[in-house]
């Protein structure tokens, strides 16, 4: 469950994150249920710049957050234990965070920004923990293969892999996965279904040149070779993919169209539901894959 907050829940910045990614980001203390949640916050512009037409279209990225979220959440994926949707006023937001957003939106600076919020959890991201700090080549190699190692041992690599695979996540690189143990965590989807220039019904667009397929389980097994080829990675993945289905029927249905009512229409919001359970035939998956059962 994702919690809508208005900006009198906002209880002020905290110092800066030690690393952020391309989006704009900062910390924050946010009220939600009565007690002071420490938070990452990602102010979202509304509209962004496609990449496939160059013109200035509508960034669901924020919605991407928050179905990513409730979908992981409903298959028991580990994600961040509080999260939500605040709208900021620009003025509580960090200058050195406005001036990030003058870069990343398509339109003139907003009055007010929605903005994804997560607990912090403490935990470093898996580049973080295994790449911090290094500047020789040869120690280079060594943690990457550290960090390879992790991820294949991770009791949850495999699902996590075919939950993105089941979402279009097109940005599952190891810096959107913190280090928790037993399971990772999930933070960032901002790219499902492809690209937040998607409209309901229909998949986002990178631009010409882009082929659709899993960072993850490139990454793995471009250091790994075959990693995700072989059992029993492979069938874990297919029977990871397949819960889904039940989970989504379950909890992930209704869970989505919660979030999808704060933005669409009924019309839109049933368009968007048939595009994911439209991805639940199990057989295409593993055709797909490239893995037959
Ligand atoms: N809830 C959280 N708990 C701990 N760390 C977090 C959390 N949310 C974000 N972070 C940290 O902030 C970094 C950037 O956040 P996030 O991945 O959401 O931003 P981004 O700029 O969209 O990333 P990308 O470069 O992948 O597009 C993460 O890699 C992670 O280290
Ligand atoms: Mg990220």
Redesign the pocket.
Do not use: C, F, R, T
């Given at each position: 469950m994702i919690h809508t907050l208005s900006s009198d829940a906002f209880a002020g910045a905290l110092r800066a994150?030690k690393?952020?990614?391309?989006?704009p980001?900062f910390r924050a203390k946010i009220r939600v249920n009565g007690q002071s949640v420490r938070c990452?916050v990602?102010p979202l512009p509304d509209l962004i710049e496609c990449p496939a037409t160059r013109r200035p279209v509508d960034n669901q990225e924020i919605i991407n957050e928050a179905l990513g979220y409730v979908l992981a959440e409903a298959c028991d994926c580990r994600v961040?234990e509080v999260a939500g949707v605040i709208l900021l006023e620009r003025e509580k937001i960090p200058q050195q965070v406005v001036e990030k957003l003058k870069q990343v939106g398509a339109g003139p600076l907003q009055q007010n920004y929605l903005c994804w919020f997560?607990?912090?959890?403490?935990?470093?991201?898996l580049v973080?923990k295994h790449m911090g700090g290094i500047n020789l080549d040869f120690l280079q190699q060594r943690r990457l293969k550290r960090l390879v190692k992790h991820l294949i041992e991770a009791p949850d690599t495999p699902k996590v892999i075919a939950f993105d695979d089941w979402l279009f996540n097109s940005?599952r690189?190891p810096?959107?996965l913190?280090a928790s143990t037993p399971e990772l965590t999930l933070?960032?989807h901002?790219r499902i279904l492809i690209y937040p220039n998607w409209r309901p019904g229909k998949l986002g667009a990178c631009g010409p040149g882009y082929t659709p397929s899993n960072r993850l389980r490139n990454f793995i097994d471009t250091h790994e070779p075959n990693w995700s080829a072989k059992l029993p990675k492979k069938s874990e993945m297919i029977m990871a993919y397949n819960a889904f289905a039940v989970s989504f029927r379950d909890r992930g249905e209704a869970a989505a169209r919660t979030v999808l009512a704060e933005f669409f229409d009924a019309l839109d919001i049933d368009a968007i539901i048939q595009l994911l359970q439209s991805r639940h035939d199990p057989a295409a998956y593993a055709k797909a894959s490239g893995m037959f059962i």
């Open positions: 994150p690393v952020s990614g391309v989006s980001l990452y990602k961040p997560s607990q912090d959890m403490n935990h470093p991201n973080q940005d690189h810096g959107n913190l933070i960032d901002g």
